[in-house]
């Protein structure tokens, strides 16, 4: 072990940056991805043929139940590691 560097404490910076700056957004996307599911949507440009006319005539698919709760599970995990980064940093001594 060097002196001057700590290789302990830099193997677990790495890892929890590593989650929390990467593995968080991820989760994010993920419950938005669950909450606007693919599926038909209208056309993809305005001079498309077609599809509708107007953009309140384009049905939308909508997150079923099963969707929606994954994705309220998923936004409150993220919400939780937000909170406990908080946590942890106020309250290090």
């Keep these: 072990m060097n002196s001057w560097i700590n290789?302990?404490?830099?193997?677990?910076?790495?890892?929890v940056g590593l989650v929390?700056?990467?593995?968080?957004?991820?989760l994010f996307a993920l419950g938005l991805r669950l909450l606007n599911p693919s599926g038909p949507s209208g056309p993809?440009?305005?001079?498309?043929?077609?599809?509708p006319a107007d953009e309140a005539a384009a049905v939308r698919p909508?997150?079923?139940?099963?969707?929606?709760t994954l994705?309220?599970?998923?936004?409150?995990?993220?919400?939780a590691a937000i909170g406990w980064g908080i946590y942890v940093i106020?309250?290090?001594r």
């Design 7 to 15: 290789l302990d404490a830099v193997w677990k910076i790495v890892v």
């Design 20 to 26: 929390t700056g990467a593995g968080l957004p991820a």
């Design 44 to 51: 993809s440009s305005p001079s498309d043929p077609s599809g």
């Design 62 to 68: 909508t997150a079923g139940p099963v969707g929606s």
């Design 71 to 79: 994705a309220g599970l998923i936004f409150a995990l993220v919400l």
């Design 90 to 92: 106020v309250n290090h």
